[in-house]
């Protein structure tokens, strides 16, 4: 995945209570394990359905449906290469917010 190297936002913005409840929503469908491996699998690169449902253990179903609210919630976008649909991450922000939230659960604590 090609993507430019934009700084991630260092100050908070200032957000309604309608973004502040859409930002809520982002971070319930990343609290799930299953929604959660879905997106780390498409980290580096696209990946077809198939192969998201072995990776994340889910029928392709269940993976499809859970595929279906995160590119609603435009945290994975799809594009169709043949007869396969591909998912990948839909910007560089989704990138930045699992890396980072990575690392810090992998820190030693003090």
Known sequence: ???SHQPCCTEL???SSEQLARLASLFRLLG???RLKLVMACIDAPQPVCCLSEIS???QPLTSHHL??????RILKSSRRGKQ????LDDHHIRHVVLDLASHVL???D
């Open 68 to 73: 279906r609210g995160l590119r609603e919630a």
């Open 85 to 88: 649909v591909l998912y990948e």
């Open 32 to 34: 799930d394990e299953g």
């Open 57 to 59: 253990g889910m029928s």
């Open 1 to 3: 995945m090609t993507e």
């Open 13 to 15: 913005p200032e957000m």
């Open 107 to 109: 820190e030693p604590c």
